[in-house]
């Protein structure tokens, strides 16, 4: 006999008899539904008891639980130290898929009934190893678009919009990835300062998109209009072969901390979905005020029907889990990459072939994570930013303060390669999303151009955002009229730009940091929905020959299977889908480990060769030269290479296509100081 699953159907059921409401509270002694005149949201017109089975599942039923109408929950319960109900407060329903307010500024569950036409439109499933992913921020994409109409620009519309997926196509990303479009509030904080949380990663409703990102139209007839306005775009970037990802922010929500708002889940069961000790003080990992306690069946599964609900019925290709070293903490609030929420990602059969994507850390004890998820997680790699920011200027930076780099070209080599070192051969290069910037941070510009942060305008006196940036202002802090000092941030910037791309793993891009967008040196914006935070249109010439070289490198790695692989090489074996690789020094010489690890080598010529399982072989050579001063170096001489064709160099700000006269191995060729080349390895 199949068993019955108590917790299967919570929210809102619509029967040809009205509408089923069902809401998990273990703690609560009563429990009712408020329902709402369809024109005055402030005018209660009725009330229905609900009740408790044996799982703690309320349940409540009325014909006037219909489509379009607004809803709230009222629970009350025994004053315990971990429990906070309320039984005047009007409370969202959990799996609620939309929202409005009151005029006392309540939220208001509203109930959705979408028939969207999909037609023929299906997922991409592009395979990971040609997967470029593009951070995005839903209103910064399109806000400043001229050619997006005016009533459309920072909008899901707008992100759909014709102008916009023509740019994402021609640049050549694969994937954009949605900084939360959970329907999400700004912190109590932020509102009494006058700023808004601009990022959103303040989740009010799990289930529900953000309303204020669909169009006035679109908010003016209701949740269900946001929620098709959302279809519509991720259909039309289906269409277009682009997939979708979302970040999404199970680790807490907008309830905030002990005296922050009594929204939702805790004033339905504070104690069930809410990590605390004994005395009803919060056990907080995330750093925002309040926690999720997965330790618990009941808020795992609120996760997986989530996930669920937008993989299949809004078609999400991806998730990227804010702060995911939460969701794997168990009873004792330890970390285990077996943890059951984990586990039932991987295995949900409803999300099989779903990209999953972890920030592998949070703010609690034994937090930082990196290369330690489950087999099927890509993460994050903060090791390869930070190495990679770290030689290309930091290092410089240092150079020119003593005369000499702090470290040599093997752990950037690494990196390089794939971070081995990091993740398991069974996880693969694959493993690791590699990133030199994200939304949080310097823009890639700003690395370049500022050795600090500039904060003030957070509110917070500098306080806030990190500082170990590992930048380099070039000599001047911030905007420079220097010639000299830009042509060189340039050029650091296209070497950044041609190690996350060049690199084994798979790439995100910022948008943006293809062009250069800069954020005047705040690392920390989140406050901030602002052209300081939009993307530009409008470009100059200098930020047209960058985006172009972004293009460019995109271009190169989409033709060279060697610079993606998606297993790791075994030195003796062949191993399908892996690169074979060799390194040598500038002389053309093989390393040793003297070379690997000493500061004073950084100068790397990287033979890859790959061995694809679907794709004809392929072999590149790529140069890497980490001092300021030029370098001569003599090209590999290696079995079965008989030329090698130039195709791209970082010092020119112009990219060119392919170098007409093939390169003989053991030929000499100059190379700048701090630069790279990428050669095509000939073979007979």
């Known amino acids: 006999m199949t068993s019955v699953d108590p917790l299967k159907n919570l929210g809102v059921k619509l029967t040809q008899r009205g509408g089923e409401l069902r809401v998990f509270s273990a703690n609560a002694d009563a429990m009712e539904i408020c329902i709402f005149d ?11 008891p609900m009740t408790r089975d044996d799982a703690n599942v309320w349940t409540g039923r009325s014909r006037t639980l219909s489509p379009g109408r607004r809803y709230s929950i009222r629970a009350s319960g025994p004053k315990a130290p971990r429990n906070s109900f309320n039984s005047e407060t009007l409370l969202l329903d959990p799996y609620t898929r939309g929202l409005t307010r009151n005029r006392s500024g309540d939220w ?79 912190e109590q904080r932020l509102v009494q300062q006058g700023l808004t949380n601009y990022w959103g990663y303040n989740t009010l409703a799990f289930f529900a998109p953000h309303a204020a990102y669909a169009s006035r139209s679109a908010q003016a007839a209701g949740p269900e209009a946001v929620l098709r306005e959302f279809k519509g775009m991720v259909k039309l970037l289906h269409e277009a072969g682009l997939e979708v990802i979302l970040d999404v922010v199970y680790n807490h929500t907008s309830e905030e901390g002990l005296g922050g708002p009594r929204s939702s889940l805790r004033g339905i069961d504070n104690s069930t979905y809410y990590r605390q000790d004994d005395t009803g003080a919060y056990i907080d990992t995330t750093g925002c005020g309040n ?218 891009i910022t948008a943006g940091d293809e062009f250069g967008r800069s954020q005047r040196g705040n690392n920390n914006a989140y406050c901030h929905d602002s052209e300081l935070t939009w993307m530009s249109w409008l470009l100059g010439r200098e930020q047209t020959e960058l985006r172009n070289t972004t293009r460019r490198l995109l271009e190169l790695r ?21 690169s074979h690789m060799n390194w040598f020094d500038g002389g053309g010489n093989l390393m040793d480990d003297e070379d690997w690890n000493s500061p004073e080598n950084r100068t790397l010529q990287y033979l890859v060769a790959s061995t694809p399982e679907h794709e004809a072989s392929n072999q590149v050579l790529l140069i890497v030269h980490g001092v300021e001063d030029d370098v001569t170096v003599s090209l590999p001489v290696h ?8 195709l791209w160099d970082s010092t020119t700000e112009v990219p060119i296509d392919e170098d007409a006269t093939p390169c003989e191995p053991g030929a000499s060729r100059s190379v700048a100081g701090t630069s790279m080349q990428l050669y095509r390895a000939n073979g007979a």
């Open 639 to 646: 079995e079965g290479v008989q030329s090698y064709t130039l």
């Open 558 to 578: 989409r033709e060279n299977p060697a610079l993606r692989p998606s297993r790791y090489a075994v030195a003796g074996e062949v191993i399908e889908n892996a």
């Open 108 to 186: 208001i569950s509203v109930v959705v009934e979408d028939g969207f036409d999909w037609g023929d439109s299906a997922k991409p499933h592009t395979p990971l190893d040609r997967t470029v992913i593009y951070e995005a921020h839903v209103k910064g994409v399109s806000k400043l678009n001229p050619a997006v109409p005016e009533e459309l620009r920072g909008t899901y519309a707008g992100l759909a919009h014709e102008s916009t997926i023509a740019y994402l196509k021609d640049l050549g990303v694969t994937a954009v990835e949605l900084l939360p479009v959970h329907a999400f509030v700004s």
């Open 291 to 508: 926690t999720l306690d997965f330790s618990n069946d009941v808020p795992r599964r609120l996760v997986l029907d989530s996930l669920r609900y937008w993989a299949n019925e809004v078609k999400i290709d991806g998730f990227r889990f804010d702060l995911a070293t939460t969701l794997a903490r168990g009873e004792n609030a330890e970390y285990s990459r077996e943890h059951p929420l984990i586990a039932g990602i991987l295995s949900d059969p409803e999300l099989a072939g779903v990209k999953t994507i972890a920030e592998p850390w949070d703010v609690g004890l034994g937090g930082w994570q990196t290369g330690n998820f489950a087999d099927g997680f890509s993460e994050w790699n903060d090791r390869y930013r930070d190495r990679v920011r770290s030689f290309w200027l930091g290092d410089i930076a240092q150079a020119r303060a003593t005369g000499a780099a702090p470290t040599g070209i093997g752990g950037f080599a690494t990196r390089l390669a794939g971070s081995s070192n990091t993740f398991s051969p069974e996880r693969g290069p694959l493993a690791s999303v590699n990133f030199i910037t994200a939304h949080d941070g310097f823009t890639m510009a700003d690395l370049a151009a500022y050795d600090t942060k500039h904060n003030l305008g957070n509110g917070e006196n500098n306080r806030d955002g990190t500082d170990n940036n590992h930048s380099f202002n070039h000599g001047v802090e911030g905007p420079t009229a220097d010639e000299g000092v830009l042509k060189t941030r340039r050029k650091a910037m296209r070497n950044l730009m041609a190690t996350l791309l060049l690199s084994a793993g798979m790439p995100m």
């Open 38 to 48: 369809d024109d005055d949201p402030n005018w209660l017109v009725k009330t229905v």
